[in-house]
């Protein structure tokens, strides 16, 4: 019981003496002791709850999910192609919107990746994924996204874009 009451005022800090000279480790008070353990179990139980509380509110991923927009539509472009311009090799871009709805609380340095599923390749034709260069903004730069205003992504469609069709590859 001595020990017990050494490391569970070692574990509590309060202290190994008492006024008046009387004896630190309560031997002739048990109820002391329990007293002291199950407030120690309790404060412990409180401070995970607490701690608890703070990283559930922290890392609500759900609902900060809904918060970021796309648009609708993707769009294919070919600038210049088919106008008659001079710019008839321009490359072929895939593009899509996206903007964080919430002004509360928005989004600090998010990120974007692209990445293109090709069904029936694959082990056993479940699929195959492949991750897309992001041109805009640019990959070499982390591809970092400011979306408090409406922002366009895009990806060059190009000899090494997994977007590209088979028969076009050189």
Not at 52 to 60: A, C, P, T
Not at 86 to 104: G, H, I, Q, V
Not at 133 to 139: A, K, L, M, Q, T
Request: aromatic share 12%.
């Amino acid at each position: 019981a001595t020990y017990f009451a050494l490391s569970l005022e070692t574990c509590t800090t309060v202290g190994y003496g008492l006024p008046g000279g009387g004896n630190a480790f309560f031997e002739n008070c048990p109820s002391v002791i329990v007293t002291i353990y199950f407030q120690m179990l309790f404060s412990m139980l409180f401070n995970a709850f607490l701690m608890s509380v703070f990283f559930l509110r922290l890392g609500r991923c759900d609902t900060r999910g809904g918060q970021v927009l796309f648009a609708d539509r993707a769009v294919v472009s070919s600038e210049g192609a088919g106008g008659g311009g001079a710019n008839r090799t321009a490359p072929t871009t895939l593009e899509f919107r996206l903007y964080d709805a919430s002004s509360y609380s928005p989004l600090v340095e998010a990120h974007v990746r692209l990445y293109a599923m090709r069904h029936g390749e694959g082990r056993g034709g479940k699929g195959k994924m492949a991750q897309l260069r992001v041109d805009v903004p640019d990959d070499d730069m982390g591809a970092v996204l400011h979306t408090s205003i409406p922002f366009v992504v895009k990806h060059t469609v190009d000899s090494y874009s997994p977007l590209l069709p088979p028969r076009c590859r050189r």
